[in-house]
């Protein structure tokens, strides 16, 4: 630990951190206005995968030779470009290149490849390149949590705070009281980003007036759903912005100690996240009398096992507290009673993220941007056959149809849209005509959809309806926690009856017997797992009804179900 | 890796010096963190030898204030534990929604045809275990994507993945 943190001060004054930054500022700028060509490259979890590890090794195997800074970012979010690269040369914007190898490092030096350029930084066209913010994936991105993601060196706290990590912390140490702090963050009105929908302001507040101690802040970053990849990546490229945020909330609520509790399967995230934290209590950031405040606040970082139960609020508390993830009965709410039997406040990292900006610029800064209901902005992932595939942030009431069509780019050629699976494993499909609507808190339910964490799956033709509703009851049937009958019985009865039907077995009773399950499951489970399980299925019931009474009949449209290769052994017997 | 594993008799396969050590880092400063620290370690274990056997579980239960049983429970729970041996090499299998959607079903369906493996499995001669990740590995652009060990393979067909299986049984060194 030691040799990873040498050389960071230990800054016990607000002046000494007026200084650390001055200095950190002068040294970014230094980067930036030197005569250097400077080459950044996105590492992270989904382009380590494509090499981006060797691009930066060729890069800086030539970057005396061609004197080249030469240094690693976190992923800006466009997955489509994996392995990324920009290069900014003296008196230039940064010229932004797509699927780069290691072999092209020399060549792209030497202005080679220039078919693999998508555009340059900034709103002016340059050599006959685009402005990277006329593409339609950055066109319509309003970037506050990811405003620095793909910029900095996530490894480097120095970096982070030139571009004004930690200010947030400061004026809630320095100028606000916790009061302020929290007014600010109720008049941003910013509501709970895993799902729910809570407004934080409102659970800070009454974790503020609890009057048990010590208090504890909990940072869920479990993100466990099968679909979504956001939380993650801003471990990946920002990790001292969820540190800030969970900082804040501490100093806020009055808490003692902050829990981050990350998702044991992103080793990358965690080992950056790590490095953060070890850093920001080098610096004096984090422990005993903050930046000479007087204040405490000590932090934690806790893995979970690998189990999607534990992105429940309680679950994940068990989880912290070493036992079985299994959440359980309501009231009290973990701002009563929650880690360790005192109150708690529990957030999800997204939202945690958007801290810093609210506290530095105001609450009514932040209320700008999104609906009336919903504010700021959302983290979007898609997944499917598109064609620029990544993680965008778009202010809340972005129409769904951009989304697809443009920001996402529309279907790769061979493939056709067949529907898009909101809200994870918790809620329906919506069809194309459909999409005509806001993506925000609200304005998806009444359609059987959900904006949950903001994780979406576009599906093509190829894809049968009753066997991705089977995959994803089946995904709820394995995570179920088990605590619960209605849950651990109801869920493997509808994969059983889903199963009929796949296999040619089934009849319209099977339709109603999995309807009145789900009926059952929805109305009697314990948690919002269990409560929300069948409405995959549900809703693919409703938006596919045909395939359902096709597959009683016999037939898979899409061949995937076994009940067709019965079918063609059934025909070729008679024949 | 594969070196730190000796005495296989004593402790269930598990070298338990080298348990011992690594539980020498934990120190909690009291019960509440010991237990906190429970998964963490218990993480670090299994890691390293890629499942937890039940004495290395009772020195991870005596240094944190639990007992072996507790922590059996824990392993069973959380879906990233086992406690049986991997296999030689070990494929992690993306079964998230991206990688569904662009064919996993098939692939894992390929695995339980071609191999006879299931989720959890290993194959007959010891070569491979595959886990079937419920999650996302993260690599949505590449799915449907499997990770060997510490290498990622992107957009693969039931040709390619099954060619690549049958490459790593083929090319790991037999036992006898």
């Known amino acids: 630990m030691a040799e990873q943190t040498a050389g960071l001060p230990r800054l016990t004054s607000q002046k000494e951190f007026d200084a650390f930054r001055a200095k950190a500022i002068e040294k970014w700028q230094a980067i930036w206005s030197g005569?250097?060509?400077?080459?950044?490259?996105?590492?992270g979890s989904s382009?380590?995968?494509?090499?981006?590890?060797?691009?930066?090794?060729?890069?800086?195997?030539?970057?005396d030779q061609e004197n080249l800074i030469v240094r690693k970012t976190g992923q800006d979010g466009a997955d489509w470009t994996d392995v990324q690269a920009r290069v900014k040369r003296k008196d230039a914007p940064a010229v932004v290149y797509r699927n780069v190898v290691a072999s092209d490092a020399k060549g792209i030096i030497d202005g080679k490849h220039r078919s693999k350029i998508i555009g340059v930084e900034g709103d002016e066209e340059y050599d006959g390149h685009k402005p990277l913010n006329s593409l339609p994936f950055y066109k319509y991105q309003q970037r506050i949590v990811l405003q620095d993601v793909g910029v900095i060196d996530p490894d480097s706290i120095e970096e982070a705070i030139a571009r004004g990590a930690y200010m947030g912390l400061y004026k809630a140490l320095f100028e606000l009281s916790a009061e302020e702090v929290i007014a600010e963050v109720t008049t941003a009105n910013v509501r709970g980003r895993g799902g729910a929908g809570f407004p934080a302001g409102i659970k800070w507040e009454s974790g503020r007036k609890a009057r048990v101690t010590p208090k504890f802040v909990t940072c869920n970053s479990h993100e466990g759903e099968p679909n979504v990849y956001k939380d993650r990546r801003i471990h990946e490229g920002d990790p001292h912005r969820i540190l800030e945020g969970i900082l804040i909330a501490c100093v806020a609520v009055g808490a003692e100690r902050g829990y981050n509790y990350v998702g044991g399967e992103y080793p990358l995230a965690i080992e950056r996240f790590r490095k953060a934290v070890n850093d920001a209590t080098a610096l004096g950031l984090i422990g005993r009398n903050l930046l000479g405040s007087g204040k405490n606040v000590a932090f934690r970082m806790r893995t979970g096992g690998g189990a999607y139960i534990c992105g429940e609020g309680s679950a994940m508390m068990y989880s912290i507290m070493g036992v079985r993830g299994q959440p359980r009965t309501k009231p009290p709410r973990s701002v009563e009673e929650g880690l360790w039997k005192r109150p708690t406040v529990a957030n999800n990292t997204e939202t945690?993220?958007?801290?810093?900006?609210?506290?530095?610029?105001?609450?009514?800064?932040?209320?700008?941007?999104?609906?009336?209901?919903s504010k700021g902005t959302k983290l979007m992932t898609v997944q499917g056959p598109m064609k620029t595939l990544g993680l965008v942030e778009v202010p809340m009431?972005?129409?769904?149809?951009?989304?697809?069509?443009?920001?996402?780019?529309?279907?790769?050629?061979?493939?056709?849209?067949?529907?898009?699976?909101?809200?994870?494993?918790?809620?329906?499909?919506?069809?194309y005509h459909q999409l005509d609507v806001p993506v925000d808190f609200d304005s998806l339910t009444p359609l059987g959809g959900m904006l949950g964490s903001g994780g979406f799956v576009v599906f093509d033709e190829t894809v049968c309806s009753v066997d991705f509703a089977r995959y994803l009851t089946a995904f709820n049937r394995v995570e179920s926690c088990s605590k619960c009958v209605p849950c651990a019985r109801g869920n493997p009865a509808l994969v059983e009856a889903i199963d009929r039907i796949r296999f040619g077995r089934g009849s319209q009773s099977d339709l109603a017997l999995m309807r009145r399950t789900s009926k059952h499951v929805i109305e009697l489970s314990l948690c919002g797992l269990g409560q929300v399980a069948p409405m995959p299925l549900l809703?693919?019931?409703?938006?596919?009804?045909?395939?359902?009474?096709?597959?009683?009949?016999?037939?898979?449209?899409?061949?995937?179900?076994?009940?067709?290769?019965?079918?063609?052994v059934e025909a070729i017997a008679a024949d | 890796m594969a070196e730190a594993v000796h005495a296989p008799a004593a402790g269930g396969g598990i070298d338990l010096d080298?348990?011992?050590?690594?539980?020498?880092?934990?120190e909690p400063q009291d019960w509440q963190e010991g237990q906190e620290l429970i998964l963490g370690a218990l993480q670090e274990v299994n890691e390293h030898f890629g499942y937890v056997s039940i004495e290395a579980a009772e020195i991870v239960a005596?240094?944190?204030?639990?007992?072996?049983?507790?922590?059996?429970?824990?392993?069973?729970?959380?879906?990233?534990?086992?406690?049986?041996?991997?296999?030689?090499?070990?494929?992690?299998?993306?079964h998230g929604m991206s990688c569904y959607v662009m064919g996993s079903q098939q692939l894992v369906q390929q695995l339980a045809d071609n191999h006879g493996i299931g989720d959890g499995g290993t194959t007959e001669g010891g070569e491979l275990t595959v886990q079937v990740v419920n999650g996302c590995l993260?690599?949505?652009?590449?799915?449907?994507?499997v990770k060997l060990d510490d290498d990622f393979y992107g957009r693969l067909t039931d040709e390619s993945f099954n060619a690549l299986v049958q490459r790593v049984i083929a090319e790991t060194p037999k036992e006898q």
């Open chain 1, 539 to 568: 809703g693919m019931m409703d938006q596919y009804p045909e395939e359902f009474q096709t597959h009683i009949d016999g037939v898979c449209p899409c061949g995937v179900c076994p009940v067709s290769a019965q079918s063609t």
């Open chain 1, 397 to 431: 009431g972005t129409r769904f149809k951009t989304l697809i069509d443009e920001v996402w780019g529309g279907m790769r050629d061979g493939y056709a849209f067949k529907g898009v699976q909101t809200g994870g494993v918790s809620a329906g499909p919506l069809r």
């Open chain 2, 138 to 145: 993260g690599a949505c652009n590449q799915a449907p994507v």
């Open chain 2, 18 to 26: 080298y348990v011992r050590t690594l539980m020498a880092h934990f």
């Open chain 1, 352 to 373: 945690l993220s958007n801290m810093r900006d609210i506290v530095v610029k105001g609450g009514e800064w932040f209320a700008q941007f999104g609906t009336e209901r």
């Open chain 1, 47 to 63: 382009s380590i995968p494509v090499g981006a590890l060797n691009v930066l090794a060729a890069f800086e195997a030539i970057a």
């Open chain 1, 35 to 43: 005569e250097k060509t400077i080459v950044s490259v996105g590492v």
């Open chain 2, 62 to 94: 005596e240094r944190l204030g639990t007992t072996a049983t507790r922590i059996f429970g824990l392993l069973t729970f959380y879906a990233d534990f086992r406690t049986e041996p991997r296999g030689k090499h070990f494929m992690l299998m993306c």
